[in-house]
T-cell receptor, first 113, second 113 residues
Framework: EAGVAQSPRYKIIEKRQSVAFWCNPI?????LYWYQQILGQGPKLLIQ????????DSQLPKDRFSAERLKGVDSTLKIQPAKLEDSAVYLC???????????FGPGTRLLVL | QKEVEQNSGPLSVPEGAIASLNCTYS??????FFWYRQYSGKSPELIMS????GDKEDGRFTAQLNKASQYVSLLIRDSQPSDSATYLC?????????????FGTGTQLKVEL
């Protein structure tokens, strides 16, 4: 079974630029999560999708971050414009309905200069 | 008060010793508790979950939960250098959509030869 796929793996941009990350969850996993992990901290949930609907986006900085999951499968997370403090690893995870275990992708490392 | 608190470490133990990792949480309605292991530069991977008070053993790992004290711990017996990693405690709290994980900052474990 293929794991959670993410791209790109690394991204370096300048502040005020925009950036987008892509995630493809494990096949059949209806729930998809985007986390932000700043160096030295635990992952922080940004947004949770159930199929293509948003379940929780309470910690998503909506003035600059957006996410979508149009067909209930893969998802994109966008930052526009980026700030220095957005430098972090962006992790995508997925889980099956009724199963609590979340499986994480390899992450995208973002550096904002 | 942070929702999930862990000592950041590093916790150093000699090879073959027992490593004890601790975590406290603030939300009394927390439902499920998880320990994730994260190697440097890698994504978190689930190693243990526990849902009821008491101990749960899986190989060299034992998770302990005390809901009255809002405390969860992870014991690693016969520690190996390959156990050197950051251990993240995660707590699930019921939300409208369910399955929201809140992570601690992680404890760095170093197993020395």
């Amino acid at each position: 079974e293929a794991g959670v796929a993410q791209s790109p793996r690394y991204k370096i941009i300048e502040k005020r630029q925009s950036v987008a990350f892509w995630c493809n969850p494990i096949s059949g996993h209806a729930t998809l999560y985007w986390y932000q992990q700043i160096l030295g901290q635990g992952p922080k949930l940004l947004i949770q999708f159930q199929n293509n609907g948003v379940v929780d986006d309470s910690q998503l900085p909506k003035d600059r971050f957006s996410a979508e999951r149009l067909k209930g499968v893969d998802s994109t997370l966008k930052i526009q414009p980026a700030k220095l403090e957005d430098s972090a690893v962006y992790l995508c995870a997925s889980s099956s309905p009724g199963v609590e275990t979340q499986y994480f992708g390899p992450g995208t490392r973002l550096l904002v200069l | 008060q942070k929702e999930v608190e862990q000592n950041s470490g590093p916790l150093s133990v000699p090879e073959g010793a027992i490593a004890s990792l601790n975590c406290t949480y603030s939300d009394r309605v927390s439902q499920s508790f998880f320990w994730y292991r994260q190697y440097s530069g890698k994504s978190p991977e689930l190693i243990m979950s526990i849902y009821s008070n008491g101990d749960k053993e899986d190989g060299r790992f034992t998770a302990q939960l005390n809901k009255a004290s809002q405390y969860v711990s992870l014991l690693i017996r016969d520690s190996q250098p390959s156990d050197s990693a950051t251990y993240l405690c995660a707590v699930r709290v019921l939300t409208g959509g369910g399955n929201k994980l809140t992570f601690g900052t992680g404890t760095q474990l170093k197993v020395e030869l």
